[in-house]
């Protein structure tokens, strides 16, 4: 054999499986394409699985073996691939089947685009109990190839079973990360498209077969937190260029095609990148770019990014994720440089849950959100009960430098703040960190889940202010001069002060209980905040829509969902 390798090496992963594994070999052996070789990685199987890898093996020398320590199928695969002598990578699943052309359709294609190195295929679901063959759905809408890793970020739509990949392709991406037991194949489509786009075969040429002991019927959450846990990594790494590598940004329809897909994907609160809780990375990715390519791109399209960011931070104002994108939508506006630091998703998890606890929504969620967290990122939670929670507020932090020494780069304190904000966050809160008089210029840095905006001076902070949104407390870490804080609880506290005991701080410090005054005071100010955005949309024509309407509509909206936000932290005269 290594005198005339095969043309496929099928990668076969099984543990425990051992009623259904000889099916899935059969099907192996039923292939009308000949030259393959069948890689069985037993990831220690404690029933008959090695008997029938025996048997099997004894059947027919093309079937070659490897027992390992339990890892889960991310381990059994990396296995499998290195041990592949085949050209041409495929996977096959232990419960699941190969139609009888499945390798001989991929040879086909493979003559017919020599330069593509990804192929993947349509499915058919096969129901264990009734034994029914049903011609299913792919989970979600095949995009056109340019739109392929955008549309990924929204949701999985390449089965493993189907997948047909180029070996020395394969190992230039690298090995699927085992940490993911239950998302390591959606990690792995993620990085190879960025480099081999993905080729679509219209044929049902594998049979995935739906029973109870699948690991997904088990824990089917997990898998929508491991793919968010790949999807933040991912963006964390990746600027938007990488994630549109076939679009010509020379052509301005290709790049708002580009920026508008992205948008798309960053407004749907259901994309596989929120399963873990609201994040702004893609968001910011969308504004880098932008900000890094205003010389080349035409003023009227960065005007109707401006003008998306405004409308959707206006008519989600109190979703989960309107923070995000009320901040966006001043950022979207401003000449301004953006950094994006790596954000650990186990943090964005840690405060999803938090929040999830405090406004008692989806108790099974928290369940399962709780037992991913501990049984896959080994954090453990202390148990939270109703006189333990602080009701998430949204926070300002504001910094100001002294006589220009504090440097965002270099300085520690600024380490201190950043470690203080992110404990904020940690614990369910939304927070902003504004920092003024450091820098001459607009910065945004994305660190740790935080948000921090360095703006050049006070007089561009008091003219800002309003267009972040309504704020439940404005913290000053330092003096408060000339900043125009009236419709806000304030806590003015030294920057020592605020940073001793900071964990003590964040359960405590902000446990604050909110008068009918600052009620009345914070719907006077969401009022004009949310007028002056109407007037926005209205003057860049991004809504088409009478001003009474929209006014009188605001201003019952904005009255019920803030009346009801500030019941449910309680409040005294």
């Given at each position: ?129 009734s034994g029914k063959i049903i011609d299913s759905e792919h989970w979600h809408p095949l995009p056109d190839k340019p739109f392929q890793i955008i549309e990924m970020l929204r949701g999985n739509f390449v089965s493993g079973n189907s997948v047909c990949i180029n070996r020395i392709a394969w190992k230039k991406v690298g090995l699927f990360n085992e940490s993911l037991r239950y998302g390591q194949d959606y990690d792995m489509w993620l990085r190879l498209m960025v480099i081999y786009p ?376």
């Amino acid at each position: 054999m290594s005198h005339n390798p095969p043309f496929f090496s099928v990668l076969i992963p099984t543990y425990n499986q051992a009623q259904f594994l000889g099916a899935a070999l059969d099907s192996l052996l039923n292939q009308t394409f000949s030259n393959w070789e069948g890689i069985i990685i037993n990831d220690g199987s404690t029933d008959d699985t090695k008997a029938i890898i025996d048997a099997y093996c004894h059947k027919d020398k093309r079937f070659r073996t490897f027992h390992k320590e339990n890892g889960g199928t991310g381990s059994a695969l990396n296995v499998g691939l290195s041990m592949a002598w085949g050209e041409w990578i495929c996977w096959l699943s232990s419960d699941d089947l190969f139609e009888s052309y499945k390798l001989i359709t991929h040879f086909q294609w493979i003559q017919k685009e020599p330069d593509c190195s990804f192929f993947f295929t349509h499915f058919r679901d096969l129901d264990d109990k009734s034994g029914k063959i049903i011609d299913s759905e792919h989970w979600h809408p095949l995009p056109d190839k340019p739109f392929q890793i955008i549309e990924m970020l929204r949701g999985n739509f390449v089965s493993g079973n189907s997948v047909c990949i180029n070996r020395i392709a394969w190992k230039k991406v690298g090995l699927f990360n085992e940490s993911l037991r239950y998302g390591q194949d959606y990690d792995m489509w993620l990085r190879l498209m960025v480099i081999y786009p993905a080729s679509y075969i219209p044929v049902r040429t594998c049979i995935s077969r739906q029973h109870l002991h699948q690991d997904g019927k088990r824990f089917p959450q997990a898998m929508y937190y491991d793919s968010a846990k790949a999807a933040i990594q991912f963006l964390n790494i990746h600027t938007l260029s990488n994630i549109f590598p076939l679009i010509d940004l020379n052509d301005p329809k290709l790049t708002w095609n580009m920026l508008s897909q992205a948008l798309n994907v960053a407004e749907d609160k259901r994309a596989f990148i929120y399963a873990l809780g609201a994040h702004p990375l893609l968001v910011l990715r969308v504004l880098e770019w932008v900000c890094l390519n205003s010389a080349i791109i035409e003023q009227n399209i960065h005007q109707q990014i401006v003008n998306r960011m405004l409308t959707f931070s206006y008519l989600n104002r109190y979703k989960d994720f309107s923070f995000i994108w009320n901040i966006s939508s001043v950022i979207a506006s401003l000449d301004i440089s953006i950094k994006i630091d790596s954000t650990e998703p186990v943090n964005i998890a840690e405060a999803y849950y938090r929040r999830r606890h405090v406004f008692r929504s989806q108790p099974h969620e928290k369940v399962v959100l709780r037992r991913w967290l501990e049984k896959f990122e080994e954090l453990q939670l202390e148990e939270i009960t109703a006189t333990s929670i602080n009701t998430p507020k949204d926070i300002l932090l504001v910094v100001q430098s002294q006589d220009n020494k504090l440097d965002i780069n270099e300085n520690a304190i600024f380490d201190r703040i950043f470690e203080f904000a992110k404990t904020l966050q940690l614990f369910g809160n939304n927070v902003l960190l504004l920092v003024y008089g450091v820098n001459d210029s607009f910065l945004l840095v994305y660190q740790s889940n935080v948000i921090m905006v360095s703006l050049p001076n006070n007089s561009e902070l008091n003219r800002l202010l309003p267009e972040f949104g309504v704020f439940d407390i404005a913290v000053i870490l330092g003096e408060n001069k000339g900043l125009n804080f009236s419709c806000l609880y304030q806590q003015q506290l030294t920057i020592s002060k605020a940073l001793d005991n900071v964990e003590d701080k964040a359960l405590r410090i902000f446990d604050t209980k909110t008068s009918y005054t600052h009620l009345f005071a914070s719907w006077l100010c969401g009022s004009y905040i949310h007028l002056s955005k109407i007037i926005r949309l209205i003057r860049n024509d991004s809504l088409v829509i009478s001003f009474i309407p929209l006014l009188l509509y605001h201003i019952v909206r904005h009255s019920v969902v803030i009346i009801y936000r500030k019941i449910q932290s309680g409040f005294h005269v």
